[in-house]
């Protein structure tokens, strides 16, 4: 009997809870300075014309 047979390996990565905090910090920071930097576009161009 010299059957062939596909075996899938699957292997998982398991994120500790740090390296997602850290993810969730990157992202909201970014999120932040996008914020502040609309609003400072806002502040010095746009609220001066009037």
């Known amino acids: 009997m010299d059957e062939h047979k596909d075996v899938e390996v699957e292997r998982v990565e398991k994120k ?7 993810v969730a910090v990157i992202k909201y920071v970014t999120y ?19």
């Open 16 to 22: 500790s809870d740090s390296s997602k905090v850290g």
């Open 32 to 50: 932040l300075i996008i914020f502040f930097g609309i609003l400072w576009f806002l502040i010095n161009y746009v609220f001066q014309l009037f």
